[in-house]
């Protein structure tokens, strides 16, 4: 598969969380994650998957273990070659810029002169086909658009690792598969290195080259899921037996996590 | 469908304005209802056209204080909510004493204010400004506060500034209840002027509306009470209507507040 040509994009070695209030939210987590590689977190509601995504994120911090970005601590992360992106599960953008602005701002933070951040926004927004509404404000612009301007917004920095927390959670099928397809063509195209969260177990199997299947209380890894089907990946697959084939297999596993978890559904 | 809409909101009130008028004038003319005691909208017309230069140099004085008294009350109550947002421990300590201010009467702290203070001028600034400052500090102080949770953990992840967060995150999401502030303080002001002024109750060429209203009283020109009454209330909703514009010069494009309906 993938060949691990360089270090780890991200390694955790016995890292855990115990919140505030006492709760462990996630038990000491092993995974390591090779460039290219397209890892998907699914499990049951409670299981830690966003808990382990924000831990990847350094949004927060584990209670032990450690973590690692490249083989290094995440001082070097943010410079080139160590581009960390994060899509949210709301787009999350800011209601008074127009969608340009919006998608440099991510380059505006990190001082890129007006004249560079320019063929970058262009090229972003040209990847997400939405070209036509640079100008536009985001209450102009359906949920679906909204959230591929947060993903150009993304994309902009040239990410070498691309977290995302259910980021289509919210949209209608339709269009969670065509922003499905959009991701794999660019996560392809880039060579991105993926780690993406997600309550479909369809989306898992269409994206992804890894799924790691979580449980709840704790919140721990349950068991790995291999999809070895080639990129690009398009409706061909989406509708191959293949597909059904491993969309049971997983479904199964599933059900085994959420019955290990205690879960009531 | 924006110019039909537009135009049944200016006309509307405007045809009900003119219809209470009609009835007020014909009722009073029905009835031979006495000037003195309720006069009609003809005699009020009057008064304004004979008394108009002593009326307009009251308008000033009292359209001047009330700006002063807004102006101040804007600047120092967004330097209040800027100081408020900084520390918990501030807000805490010092946001009991700004409500403290709201719900004491001006009527009761103006005699106090005025013996305080020279400058009968300066006086009232201050009482009318005491008045509108409170709106201005707890919009402000909310707006500061009411970041998108998404948008501020975005932030620091792309390791922005502290005055960075300010400028692009914190003041354009603070703006829309700001502006609300605003318009609240505007009408505050206003009231504030005058109150203060009728418990100044200061005369000669300083002399503001309430005090025209007061000397009307005492006259029993009561066509001449009405008149400043009326200015009062014209400045008040001219007040409002430029805070309005201000309103949507500013959100205009991205605000819900300014949403039109979609007919």
């Known amino acids: ?265 | 469908m924006n110019e039909p809409h537009t135009a049944f909101r200016t006309g509307a009130p405007i045809v009900v304005g003119l219809l209470i008028l009609v009835l007020w004038e014909g009722a009073c003319r029905a009835w031979h209802v006495p000037a003195y005691l309720f006069p009609m909208p003809s005699a009020i017309a009057g008064a304004l056209v004979r008394e108009w230069p002593v009326l307009l140099r009251a308008l000033g004085t009292t359209l001047l204080i009330t700006l002063q008294a807004f102006a101040i009350a804007v600047v120092l109550g967004t330097l209040i909510a800027f100081v408020f947002v900084q520390s918990k421990v501030i807000e805490a300590s010092f946001f009991p004493y700004a409500v403290l201010l709201q719900v004491t009467p001006v009527v009761a702290i103006a005699p106090l204010i005025i013996i305080l203070v020279k400058n009968t001028s300066l006086s009232l600034t201050i009482c009318a400004a005491v008045v509108a400052i409170f709106p201005v500090i707890s919009n402000t102080t909310i707006g500061l506060h009411s970041v998108d949770p998404g948008l501020l953990s975005y932030f620091r992840m792309n390791k922005a500034t502290r005055l960075e967060t300010l400028l692009r995150l914190r003041i354009p999401s603070a703006l829309p209840f700001f502006l609300a502030g605003l318009r609240i303080a505007s009408g505050l002001a206003l009231i504030g002027a005058v109150v203060a002024e009728f418990v100044a109750g200061t005369g000669g060429r300083s002399a503001g509306l309430a005090y025209q209203i007061l000397q009307a009283g005492f006259q029993l020109d009561i066509p001449l009470m009405f008149a400043a009454l009326f200015l009062i209330a014209l400045s008040g909703v001219l007040l409002y209507l430029l805070m309005v514009a201000l309103n949507n010069a500013l959100l205009g494009h991205w605000h819900e507040s300014t949403l039109r309906e979609e007919l």
């Not at chain 1, 919140?19 to 996630?26: A, D, I, K, T, V």
């Not at chain 1, 939405?130 to 909204?146: A, E, K, V, W």
């Not at chain 1, 397809?181 to 989306?203: A, C, M, P, Q």
Request: glycine share 8%; hydrophobic share 40%; aromatic share 8%.
């Open chain 1, 1 to 265: 598969m993938t060949g691990a040509t360089g270090p780890a994009v991200v390694e955790l070695r016995g890292a855990d969380k115990v919140f505030s209030n006492g709760m462990r939210g996630l038990a000491p987590i092993d995974l390591c994650v090779q460039p290219g590689e397209f890892v998907t977190l699914i499990g049951p509601s409670g299981c830690g998957k966003s808990t382990l995504l924000k831990l990847i994120a350094n949004l927060i911090a584990p209670t032990s273990g450690e973590l690692g970005w490249w083989g290094e601590g995440f001082e070097r992360v943010g410079q080139p070659g160590h581009q960390i992106a994060f899509v949210f599960q709301e787009p999350t953008l800011m209601p008074w810029s127009r969608v340009d602005t919006n998608v440099r701002l991510p380059l505006d933070l990190d001082h890129v002169s007006k004249e560079q951040a320019a063929p970058r926004v262009d090229a972003a927004l040209a990847n997400v086909n939405l070209t036509g509404f640079r100008r536009h404000y985001p209450r102009q612009l359906s949920g679906g658009m909204r959230m591929r301007v947060s993903i150009a917004r993304a994309l902009v920095t040239d990410p070498d690792l691309l977290l995302m927390d259910e980021p289509f959670g919210a949209l209608d099928e339709f269009t969670r598969n065509r922003l499905d397809d959009d991701l794999l063509r660019l996560s392809f195209e880039r060579k991105l290195t993926t780690i993406f969260v997600t309550h479909s177990l369809y989306e898992a199997v269409f994206l992804s080259t890894r799924v790691i299947v979580m449980a709840a209380n704790p919140g721990r890894v349950f068991a790995e899921f291999r999809v070895d089907e080639p990129e690009p990946r398009g409706d061909d697959f989406r509708t191959s037996a293949r597909f059904a084939e491993l969309s049971r297999e997983l479904s199964k596993i599933l059900h085994a996590a959420s019955v290990a978890g205690g879960a009531e559904a």
